[in-house]
């Protein structure tokens, strides 16, 4: 009796009996022919999830591969990459000692060109830890007025540059924070990035707030802002709102996607508020202990 499933045929189910004749009657068979369909449902379910299985497990290999690849790519990208912005920098050095200006720029521009590459590298290099669940976080006791003081320090140059105002409006007593300081920094320096990179000629605010069980950390821009449709992609890898402004502004569309996971890796949230022409706020928001237990991915 044929095994059939989902119109195929997939075995047979084959009885014999040599001790006695007329076993076979039409309501065994008809029995038989039930268990039959029954036989081969369960034949072809189990061929089904054992297909499963091995997609599966060649999905995972597969993606395991692509994060070992990209961590390994990486890694060879940034050694050459820093021999040569360091290279660059010593010979501009030493060609500020001989006065001549017009091949210092030059190495300037090869030095900055450097750095913007180095800095997509580290991009890759982060979602890649992120997405394959590698990323360690380092949690210290932070003081968090000095840490904002640095980021500000850092971005500062930036943003005046685009002639933007920095205005730092930091809560009483914001105290100090058990997280990852040098991840802290990486979010902050990237929302001010984004938040000068979309604003010109407007005010950039750096909000800070400590509330009994988290810190507040937000950036508020008069930039160019998103519209809701925008808003909703832009968390997203590799997401950029407009290709225009895109190769207007640079970048590559990874920042807000590692920000938002750091941030959740740290026990906490990143969320964003926007109004096109009106300004974008993204809001950090970090429990002051605790994150320990929280998982990336
Ligand atoms: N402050 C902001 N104002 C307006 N648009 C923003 C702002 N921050 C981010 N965006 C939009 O979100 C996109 C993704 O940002 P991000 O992930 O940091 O990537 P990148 O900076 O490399 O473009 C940006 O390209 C931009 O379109
Ligand atoms: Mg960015």
Redesign the pocket.
């Given at each position: 009796m044929p095994l059939v499933a989902r119109g195929r045929s997939i075995g047979a189910l084959y009885l014999e009996n040599n001790l006695a004749s007329g076993v076979f009657t039409d309501d065994r068979l008809e029995v038989l022919q039930v268990l039959a369909v029954q036989a081969a449902i369960a034949v072809d379910h189990a061929h089904f999830i054992r297909r499963l299985d091995a997609a599966r497990a060649s999905a995972e290999a597969a993606n395991q591969a692509k994060s070992l690849f990209l961590a390994n790519m990486s890694h060879e990208l940034r050694t050459p990459l820093n021999a040569v912005i360091g290279y660059a920098e010593i010979v501009r050095e030493d060609v500020a000692d001989a006065g001549l200006t017009e091949v210092m720029e030059d190495l300037q521009r090869i030095r900055m060109a450097g750095a913007h590459l180095l800095a997509i590298v580290t991009e890759i290099l982060d979602l890649t830890k992120i997405e394959s669940g590698t990323l360690e976080l380092d949690r210290q006791t932070i003081d968090v007025a000095a840490l904002l003081g640095d980021v500000i320090d850092v971005v500062s140059p930036e943003i005046e540059s685009k002639g933007n105002r920095l205005v730092a409006d930091h809560g009483a007593n914001l105290g100090t924070l058990f997280a990852d300081p040098i991840r802290l920094r990486q979010i902050l320096v990237?929302?001010l990035?984004?938040?000068s990179?979309?604003?010109t000629e407007g005010t950039i605010t750096l909000h800070s707030r400590r509330t009994s069980e988290e810190l507040v950390l937000a950036?508020e821009?008069t930039?160019?802002?998103?519209n809701p449709d925008?808003l909703k992609r832009?968390?997203d890898p590799f997401?950029?709102?407009?290709p225009s402004?895109?190769r207007r502004?640079?970048?590559?569309?990874?920042?807000?996607?590692?920000?938002k996971r750091l941030c959740e890796a740290m026990g906490g949230t990143l969320s964003v508020e926007?109004e096109r022409g009106a300004?974008?706020t993204?809001t950090a928001r970090l429990p002051l202990r605790g994150g320990a237990e929280a998982k990336l991915g």
């Open positions: 990237n929302l990035t984004n938040a990179k979309f604003t950036v821009d930039g160019i802002g998103m925008q832009i968390f997401t950029q709102v407009d402004s895109t502004y640079g970048g590559v569309g990874l920042g807000l996607t590692i920000c926007s300004g974008s993204f």
